[in-house]
């Protein structure tokens, strides 16, 4: 039986093409972080030709030469003695064949001049942000939109235009599905909150929102990310005006935080969270970097993840048994007093609020509801992009009950416009129903789970998750990885049992 090895000079082949993406994000890197402010056209030019010349690479001749040797390129079907080679090589073959058809159809002078605005658009989004402008960043945004349905138009679609964007980030993932699950999901937590929201025991909050230095918080937040596992050795922290991770080899993997004096929790769940995303990139296998079967599956799967360490582990009653007295050393001037409880009831607050990436678990998945209704809206009915304020704020009345009050806590919040992210923010809640059903697995697998993270332990945790998710790359889908990990299909029971169980004791819900 042929196994990887067989497909030897195809491999290497997609690993040089990898190098170049790498140094696309480098640059992409560096732009959110330490590049000068002047430096944003000549940056935008660069990317467009490196972007352009990984794509020429990706569909050339000799990329066409090797996977046609083992694949028919109409059908994506794998060709003869290829249909009996070991599960592994064919499913490189899949995946690889499913990169190179999406990719084909994609002209190169239109892959140049997406990398050129969208560096653009980025670099405006920073600025519209700062000013709270969303006129400023506008005109960059319809650049975007048009690109996006441009790129629909290449790549095709069945029932909504807007499959060929979830397609991108949640391979499978369509409209149909994922609108009776987040209307079932809706049904379910609206209630919950509603009870929440009237529970005469609300936490108190106010000693989280003192004043705590940006040092101490960055410093404690290395010392969590270092516990969880991440590998500073192979890996960084840096500031951002939005946290996000990047990854050039599992060697060099990259994440950002920002930080806010008057806010003790922003920067360390950002940090929980981008380290979750890092642990992954972290725990794929480097011998494979370049394939598929060496980057992560989906974007649902990656957010399952992030949303597992911050939430599920980092708002945990063990995690902070171990670092709460850790914390309340570090700012007693802030902390004095604030018992254990009355820290954790505060941690786990449920309050409707602006910002999605601070808000709590429940009220989350509306944040990412409005998201996806408005990114709908411009791709399946043309809204205009001038439109986006006022509908967001809207959908926020409608959905949280509080209206923002500037563009920057509104409509200019997310980066992921100003990059042409369409199709990315349900992963959010996809990860977020996940990140709890493989949680669950692993307290079932391994019963003395919340004791080791009590103690400050993390590695069985980290383990388990390189062993069961990490490890897989994209040899399997979403749905196979997550029946091999849980036995079970994504069931978002667990996640709203999961929230009653939490909330009920600390809102005294009956």
Same mark, same amino acid.
């Given at each position: 039986?042929?196994t !990887? ?8 082949y997609?690993q040089d ?9 480098m ?5 959110e972080?330490?590049m ?11 990317l ?9 690479k ?8 090797l !996977?046609s040797?083992?694949?028919? !390129? ?22 690889v ?16 001049r997406?990398g050129?605005?969208s560096?653009?658009s980025e670099q ?10 969303f ?6 945004l319809k650049?975007?939109v ?5 790129e629909?138009?290449?790549i095709g679609y ?8 979830l397609?991108?980030?949640?391979p ?8 009776p699950l987040?209307?079932? !999901?809706?049904a ?5 909150l509603?009870?929440i929201?009237h ?5 108190k909050?106010?000693f ?20 969880m596992?991440?590998?500073f050795?192979? /890996? ?5 005006a939005?946290p ?6 599992p060697t060099d993997?990259?994440?950002t935080?920002r930080v806010?004096?008057d ?11 981008e ?19 060496g980057e992560a599956?989906?974007l ?7 949303r ?5 582990v980092?708002r945990?009653k063990?995690?902070?048994k171990?670092?709460y ?8 001037e802030?902390?004095t007093g ?15 609020s602006?910002?999605?990436v ?6 989350y ?11 709908r ?5 043309? @809204?205009?992009v001038?439109?986006?304020?006022? @509908? ?7 959905y ?12 200019l919040?997310?980066?992921h ?13 996809? /990860? ?14 391994r019963?003395?789970l ?9 590695l069985p ?13 994209r ?14 299909s ?5 996640f709203?049992?999961?929230l009653?169980?939490k ?8």
């Amino acid at each position: 039986m042929k196994t !990887l090895q067989d497909l030897k000079p195809l491999v290497s082949y997609l690993q040089d093409v990898q190098h170049l993406s790498s140094a696309i994000s480098m640059l992409h890197w560096d732009q959110e972080t330490y590049m000068p402010p002047g430096a944003g056209r000549g940056r935008a030019e660069q990317l467009s030709a490196l972007e352009g010349l990984a794509h020429d690479k990706s569909v050339g001749p000799e990329m066409e030469r090797l !996977l046609s040797k083992w694949v028919d !390129l109409k059908s994506g079907q794998v060709k003869g003695e290829a249909r009996d080679w070991a599960e592994e090589a064919r499913a490189l073959l899949r995946e690889v064949w499913r990169d190179y058809n999406k990719a084909t159809k994609l002209p190169s002078e239109f892959v140049r001049r997406f990398g050129k605005a969208s560096s653009l658009s980025e670099q405006v989004w920073v600025e519209a942000r700062k000013k709270s402008d969303f006129s400023l960043f506008a005109p960059h945004l319809k650049t975007m939109v048009a690109l996006k349905k441009e790129e629909i138009g290449y790549i095709g679609y069945q029932a909504s235009p807007y499959d060929a964007l979830l397609d991108d980030y949640e391979p499978g993932m369509t409209v149909a599905k994922l609108v009776p699950l987040f209307a079932s !999901l809706k049904a379910q937590l609206a209630p919950l909150l509603e009870k929440i929201v009237h529970s005469p025991v609300q936490p108190k909050a106010d000693f989280l929102h003192r004043a705590y230095p940006p040092e101490k918080q960055l410093a404690f937040g290395q010392q969590v990310l270092e516990a969880m596992g991440f590998d500073f050795n192979h /890996g960084r922290q840096d500031l951002s005006a939005h946290p996000f991770t990047t990854s050039f080899h599992p060697t060099d993997v990259r994440i950002t935080t920002r930080v806010e004096a008057d806010d003790l929790l922003s920067s360390l769940f950002s940090s929980i969270h981008e380290g979750g995303h890092a642990l992954y990139d972290q725990g794929l296998d480097p011998d494979l970097f370049g394939t598929p079967l060496g980057e992560a599956l989906s974007l649902g799967i990656h957010e399952s993840q992030s949303r597992l360490w911050e939430n599920g582990v980092g708002r945990s009653k063990p995690f902070w048994k171990h670092f709460y007295p850790i914390l309340q050393k570090t700012f007693s001037e802030g902390l004095t007093g604030v018992d254990p409880e009355t820290f954790y009831a505060a941690v786990n607050r449920v309050r409707p609020s602006l910002i999605r990436v601070e808000a709590d678990e429940l009220t989350y998945n509306l944040h990412i509801m409005i998201r996806f209704e408005i990114e709908r809206a411009l791709i399946e009915e043309n @809204l205009p992009v001038e439109a986006l304020p006022s @509908l967001w704020n809207e959908k926020m009345r409608q959905y949280l009950g509080i209206t923002p009050d500037s563009d920057a806590d509104g409509v200019l919040q997310d980066i992921h416009w100003s990059g042409g992210a369409f199709g990315y923010f349900p992963t959010y809640t996809l /990860g977020n129903l996940c990140g709890v059903q493989f949680l669950n697995q692993a307290k079932k697998e391994r019963p003395d789970l919340e004791e080791e993270i009590a103690k400050g332990n993390f590695l069985p945790l980290k383990k388990w998750l390189n062993e069961k998710v990490h490890r897989w790359g994209r040899r399997y889908s979403s749905d196979d990885l997550i029946r091999r990990v849980t036995g079970e299909s994504l069931n978002p029971d667990y996640f709203v049992r999961y929230l009653k169980e939490k909330f009920s004791p600390i809102y005294r819900l009956a």
